[in-house]
């Protein structure tokens, strides 16, 4: 069953064919990548969903940070914010800065206040975001994290996105990793799943593959290079929704949107946007 077309749109009216509008990382062209100024500024942009990498600490708490290291976008004492996430618990990740890089980065786009940006845990944005936002979650390399997915649905449940008398519609959980998503749907088969998949599909294997996903996703989130009118029609006829990554440029847009895809990531909320308005 085709489930995420049918969701109604949180902040907009009728767009073409309700394509949904995923803000990858949120709007992370314009602010620092998973912080509160980037998912803010999603949804003044007219996001669907906003998006969170998830990687667990040393003391397993989930935090949201798209790298596996610290060394991109933490600043801080080297003892907590350089290395692998895996290896630091939460309290030495509370030292660490996530904002200045992007103005170090992208001096066009810089602002003063997005200096002094933190980590934050996967319970503190959905206790901030609340009733006021969909959210889009990567389970980041699972095999490295044991018990990933079971500390992520009891975050769920904690704040009543999944279980018994959950608000459907609110949450979707992608990941690359199959053995990840299965797991999940064993242990809860009403949380929405998405395959993510970076990998060529040969012609050959496509529908294999595509039978595969539908029997634990909703959905199916190519790399946007591979998407193709065989892949969309495919994906369509065993009930998937199609969700490509990651799409900036219009008229990019403007192509998958004539394939008929049911969502895109994108860093830029409001190109997609106003692309989907004309």
């Not at 989930?62 to 933490?74: C, Y």
């Not at 199959?178 to 529908?207: K, M, Y």
Request: charged fraction near 25%.
């Amino acid at each position: 069953m085709r489930l995420l077309r049918a969701l109604p749109l949180l902040l907009t009216g009728c767009i073409a064919a309700d394509v949904q509008v995923i803000a990858h990382r949120g709007a992370s062209w314009d602010a620092p990548e998973h912080t509160a100024a980037a998912w803010d500024l999603a949804l003044a942009q007219g996001a669907d969903w906003i998006e969170q990498d998830l990687q667990m600490t040393r003391d397993g708490q989930l935090v949201v940070l798209h790298d596996d290291s610290l060394d991109r976008t933490a600043r801080g004492p080297a003892a907590d914010c350089t290395g692998l996430v895996r290896e630091k618990t939460r309290a030495q990740l509370a030292n660490c800065e996530v904002g200045s890089w992007f103005n170090a980065e992208y001096p066009d786009r810089a602002q003063a206040s997005y200096v002094g940006a933190r980590i934050a845990t996967l319970d503190e944005v959905l206790t901030r975001y609340a009733g006021r936002a969909r959210f889009y979650i990567e389970t980041k390399r699972p095999e490295d994290a044991p018990g990933m997915e079971d500390s992520l649905l009891a975050v769920l449940r904690r704040h009543g996105l999944v279980g018994r008398g959950a608000q459907e519609g609110r949450v979707l959980v992608q990941s690359f990793s199959p053995a990840s998503l299965r797991r999940l749907h064993a242990l809860e088969p009403r949380l929405q799943l998405v395959q993510l998949w970076d990998d060529d599909i040969a012609p050959d294997r496509l529908e294999a593959l595509l039978d595969s996903v539908r029997a634990y996703a909703v959905g199916f989130g190519p790399a946007r290079r591979l998407v193709s009118q065989r892949l969309v029609d495919a994906a369509h006829a065993r009930g998937l929704d199609v969700h490509p990554y990651t799409v900036n440029a219009e008229p990019v847009m403007a192509f998958l949107f004539d394939l008929g895809v049911d969502g895109m990531f994108t860093d830029r909320p409001a190109a997609l946007r106003a692309m989907l308005r004309r």
